[in-house]
């Protein structure tokens, strides 16, 4: 019993705890929805919002080009407002450039990705990107600012 109190009172183990449950709260919110989502919708539009998800995912990994990893580890407030700064304008440009290309050459593009089905929701690739973008770089930011321990003593 005296190592379940050490680790309830260890703020690390409490963090992990409560970004773990979150995550695990997520997942199943999904389990359970899906026998309504099943019944919603047909295997052809699930497969198109599986082969939507795969290449959203894909090209999400490049929308700031990771500069919003340097947002929590920048040594004042100074520069990481700095370098938020720089990856909003980083993930600005990518979803432009992406924006551009899915116009012009999507069809090729997402034949290439297997996603040829996704050619008439080519311009929501864009947006996806761009949200998933702005997501990372504020969760970087409230890492950095803590406020998840904020959260915690509110409680």
């Known amino acids: ?13 409490r963090s992990v705890i409560l ?4 995550t695990a709260f997520g997942q199943a919110i999904i389990i359970i929805s899906f026998p309504i989502i099943s019944r919603l ?21 490049v929308g700031s080009l990771k500069y919003e990893w340097g947002i929590a ?5 100074d520069k990481a407002i700095n ?35 996704l050619y008439k929701y080519r311009l929501f690739i864009p947006i996806g990107v761009l949200f998933i973008g702005i997501y990372n770089i504020l969760t970087q930011w409230a890492l950095r600012k803590k406020i998840l321990k904020r959260y915690q003593k509110q409680k």
């Open 1 to 13: 019993m005296n190592i379940i109190k050490k680790l309830i009172d260890n703020k690390f183990f």
């Open 19 to 22: 970004i773990a449950g979150g």
């Open 41 to 61: 919708y047909s295997p052809e539009e699930y497969g198109i919002l599986t082969t939507f998800t795969a290449v959203l995912g894909m090209l999400a990994v």
């Open 73 to 77: 580890i920048a040594d004042d407030d």
């Open 83 to 117: 370098v938020t700064a720089l990856s909003f304008l980083v993930l600005f440009v990518v979803v432009g450039l992406l924006a551009l290309i899915l116009y012009g050459y999507g069809e090729e593009i997402l034949v290439i990705m297997d996603g040829e089905n």
